[in-house]
């Protein structure tokens, strides 16, 4: 029998010679299918509906089938969101459950390993610290929680296979069950189970069979993922979907992102949201095969694998109690940092500059804004009727809720005393300003609220009324408005599916701010979180379209990218990094996340680590 609610485990009958076996293969189905032909997954889980895509043109000929590769009828928690995606999508049939049917090798124990000689160079430190990272990590561990299949492959045929094993690293299918699965027309097969896949298998479905490598396949082959990433001190760690071929990690690419490897000791703090993010990636690549005929992003097309790079593996205990000694000494001087210090965010104003040209140096300091207290962050520079403002976010030292402020910028670069023009309940940041039909109005971060507030001013700069509410029901961080060839679209990071909301960039277009605003087909049309979430208002330099980009590798606000924008239509969006502005430029800052120009002068935030208590504030 076939169990729906846990992994399947093959019955074991008797020869009649009183030897074991393993009983043969067999095709089941978890309950009756819905339509009596087990063609469809039934919707499952608690994931938001998600709208089907429209047809584009005749292209579009039928619904997508897809097959899932299992090694048993329960999954990680990670796993269980991609299939969640599909049988909610009512353009993708989920046809079948591929299962691998072989019984588990038996684990050697320490103590067994200890008497043969060999503890040095097996696993159980690593697999001891991995499991008390899971439990560590502030509920990032949650992802690789086992979550049963069954109830959404109710309906589904199961297909049990016996793979024929090679050198214990390679698994071919049986010919019987190739044929088995030809009968299904496959578009896709996803593998979430078996071993490095061989010979035909790889050619059954017609777009192939696609499966997750989560990290760089030119810097970081095999695993265990993220961890050696955090070891060498990288700022990001990398994840790729792709179609797999007959060479090892040489698989054409369907997707690629980035996200943050902050230092840390436990490694599913980083591993945890980067596989989350990624749960999405399948759904987007199908939908994007259901309207255009390919898979592949055109950002991807052009980014192909390098040559791949050395293989890791876990390490062996000797080595594993040295790495993990130097990581957690590492960990401990930066608390003790961290105990000591705290970071502190305030905004200068310089002379503008052509940011894509050789300069000679950082242009001098016009004024600084900053007061005893308080951060200042998210600069927004705006003229009206001849006069320059400030806009900014201002948040009380140890307190979490900001409110939106300005200075006005005086002929001699002296500023005004700070004035407070809207507060809330929630946090507000971002403050995003510019002209329609006349009127100033302003675009504010709310994301705590659920939505984006768009203000008029009643009387600038100091009185501000709500004029709309955009993306309702939606956390949006950082949004930013471009009026290009007569449409307006609308810049905004989101947090998708528990990634964070620096590594993905959305696009929305509009006829007017007000909308009604509907999402970019490519959406999101960048992930990658070194250049994803808005740092400030577009700009045209030299006849480029330059989109500010926050840097959030290794930490939130590191640097700046500044990115050409080559094509931006609803359609369609590429982008590429030409430029980037390090926090260095001013003396003593570590970080800097938003870029305003105006009036010939520019405003940068910038982000510097400060003494926690007076007596320890260097002098002089």
Request: aromatic share 8%; glycine share 10%; net charge positive.
């Amino acid at each position: 029998m076939t169990s729906a609610s846990g992994p399947y485990r093959p019955t074991v009958g008797r020869r009649q010679n009183g030897d074991e076996q393993i009983g043969t293969p067999a095709r089941t189905r978890v309950g009756p299918a819905a339509d009596g032909t087990g063609g469809g997954a039934a919707a499952a889980g608690t994931t938001p509906d998600l709208a089907p895509v429209p047809p584009d043109g005749d292209s579009i000929r039928r619904r997508l089938r897809v097959g899932i590769m299992l090694d048993g009828l329960s999954v990680r928690a990670w796993e269980r969101k991609v299939v969640e995606d599909l049988a909610r999508t009512d353009w993708i049939d989920v046809v079948v459950a591929v299962v691998c049917w072989s019984p588990a090798e038996r684990k050697a124990s320490w103590f067994e390993n200890l008497c043969a000689g060999r503890l040095h160079r097996t696993t159980e430190i690593y697999d001891l610290y991995e499991s008390v990272s899971r439990r560590l990590a502030n509920g990032a561990g949650s992802y690789a929680e086992t979550a049963p299949l069954g109830d959404i492959l109710h309906g589904i045929d199961i297909l049990h296979v016996v793979p024929e094993r090679n050198r214990g690293v390679f698994d071919r299918l049986p010919e019987p069950d190739i044929a088995a699965l030809r009968g299904y027309d496959l578009d896709v097969l996803l593998r979430f189970g078996f071993r490095i896949l061989k010979g035909a298998i790889l050619g059954v479905p017609r777009h192939g069979v696609w499966s997750y490598h989560h990290g760089d396949p030119a810097r970081f082959r095999g695993g265990p993922s993220c961890f050696w990433e955090i070891v060498r001190g990288e700022r990001s760690v990398g994840v790729v979907l792709q179609r797999l071929t007959e060479t090892l990690d040489a698989g054409e690419i369907l997707y690629r992102s980035t996200s943050s490897c902050a230092p840390t000791l436990w490694v599913d703090r980083v591993r945890g949201p980067h596989y989350l993010k990624s749960a999405r990636f399948v759904r987007r690549s199908l939908e994007r095969l259901y309207r255009t005929g390919s898979p592949i992003r055109a950002q991807d097309a052009d980014a192909q694998p390098l040559p791949p790079g050395p293989i890791t593996r876990k390490p062996g205990n000797l080595h594993a109690a040295a790495v993990l000694g130097q990581m957690a000494v590492r960990t401990a001087l930066a608390n003790t940092r961290h105990l000591c210090r705290h970071d502190i965010w305030s905004i200068v104003l310089r002379q503008a500059r052509p940011l894509l040209a050789p300069s000679a140096g950082p242009p001098p300091v016009l004024a600084r804004i900053a007061g005893k207290g308080w951060q200042t962050a998210d600069p927004c520079l705006f003229t009206w009727e001849e006069r320059l403002y400030c806009f900014f976010e201002r948040v009380p030292i140890g307190r979490h809720r900001g409110e939106i402020a300005v200075v006005r910028v005086l002929e001699d670069g002296r500023l005004t005393e700070p004035q407070s023009v809207l507060t809330a309940a929630h946090h507000l940041s971002y403050p995003f300003l510019f002209v329609w039909n006349g009127r100033p109005m302003m675009l504010v971060e709310s994301a705590d609220s659920g939505a984006l507030g768009l203000f008029e001013a009643d009387a600038f700069p100091l009185l501000w009324r709500r004029r709309a509410t955009l993306l309702d029901g939606q956390r949006a961080y950082d949004p930013t408005l471009l009026h290009w060839e007569g449409l307006w679209y609308l810049f905004v990071a989101i947090d998708e599916a528990g990634g964070g909301p620096n590594d993905e960039l959305f696009v929305f277009v509009a006829e007017t701010p007000l909308g009604p605003w509907q999402p970019h087909a490519l959406n999101p049309v960048v992930s990658d979180c070194r250049s994803a979430r808005p740092a400030g208002a577009l700009f045209v330099e030299n006849g480029t379209l330059i989109r500010p980009a926050q840097d959030c590798s290794g930490s939130y606000g590191r640097a700046l990218n500044l990115c050409a924008i080559d094509r931006l239509t609803p359609e369609d969006f590429v982008q590429r990094v030409v430029g980037r502005i390090e926090p260095a430029s001013v003396g003593g800052s570590i970080g800097c996340h938003t870029l305003s120009r105006a009036g010939g002068i520019e405003a940068i935030d910038l982000r510097r680590r400060a003494w926690r208590w007076p007596r320890l504030r260097r002098t002089g």
